[in-house]
């Protein structure tokens, strides 16, 4: 473990630093590429829909609140049937039952 701990203090005692050779290539073809330059990029107004869309949170958001205002539509023109007919649920009739969703311990013990 020593000759690992010497190794590494002997590595941090010399920086390492490029040789001229490798900083010359780096240099001329930093140059070489700024010498060209980029179109300048025209930034566009955006249209109606975008900036309505941006007011209210973006695209994902508009489509969120769009479909949640056709199911109100929906729901309001058809209008689907009542709870007592959709569940079998009417005050006093024989359809009604009671169900235990948390039974108790006894319940397991006794192979009800």
């Known amino acids: 473990m020593d000759d690992l701990d010497a190794l590494f203090a002997q590595a941090k005692s010399q920086p390492m630093q490029p040789s001229a050779g490798v900083m010359a290539r780096v240099l001329a073809d930093a140059a070489a590429h700024q010498t060209q330059s980029a179109p ?3 930034r566009r107004k955006p249209g109606l829909f975008a900036q309505i869309a ?4 973006g695209v994902g958001a508009l489509a969120g609140m769009a479909s949640a205002a056709m ?3 929906v729901i309001g023109i058809v209008q689907p049937t009542s709870f007592e007919v959709m569940t079998g649920y009417a005050a006093g009739s024989a359809l009604t039952e009671q169900v235990e969703l948390l039974p108790d311990v006894t319940a397991l ?3 009800e």
Do not use: E, K, M, V
């Open 40 to 42: 300048p990029q025209t």
């Open 54 to 57: 941006d007011f209210f949170g």
């Open 71 to 73: 199911a109100g539509l």
């Open 109 to 111: 013990l006794t192979g």
